[in-house]
């Protein structure tokens, strides 16, 4: 029986999201050389099924684990013309730089970009939670998104009851993709907990 979350768990679920997830936009931001835009979090507690109900064809999934601290998972979403876009503005290039097909150079630009964006994200949650915490190496993947199977195989808890936070991140004109977090609902729950107790952060320096 899965856990049910109040609105104000999710309200904090939001709001620390949002912190962690600025912190990876100005990180981004540095490597792409370009304004990064991330919308303010939608939070829904979902069925482990319904992840990828937002996402049609093939994309590139890089997505990395939580083994410290944490449990979890973060995944980029990324069509493979914006794979394309990052890394050639990852290399010093205007963003249309796009012809051929998708290379290891696309991929492994993807997974770094997502490290220094989630190692910035984890330190964040370090510091508001109380807790270290430490992220696996990213994985890349090119999913074809009606393979569902091969999406919950990203995880290894039992459990059905996810919570599912998504934002859309934009590069300026060049970018429109989706980066979503996806917790055990339990473990939401005690992210929450540990929030609360250490009081309100502000994000201050």
Known sequence: ????????????????????????ATTLSMMVNRKVDITTPNVRVIKRSQSLDDYEKTCIFVQIHYVKGLAGNNVLILKENDVKVMTDLMMGGDGTNTAGDITDLHLSAASEAMNQMMGSSATSLSMMLGIPTDISTPEVS????????????????????????????????????????????????????????????????
């Open 142 to 205: 090119r999913i074809d998104v009606e393979s569902v199977k091969i999406f919950e195989k990203m995880f290894e808890t039992p459990g059905d009851d996810f919570v599912k936070i998504s934002f859309r991140m934009t590069i300026e004109s060049l970018i429109d993709s989706v980066m979503v977090q996806l917790y055990p609902v339990n473990f939401a729950a005690e992210m929450v907990e540990k929030f609360q107790a250490r009081g309100r952060y502000t994000g201050e320096s």
């Open 1 to 24: 029986m899965g856990v049910l979350l109040t609105p104000e768990q999710i309200d904090t679920l939001g709001e620390i999201a949002n912190i962690s997830m600025g912190n990876s």
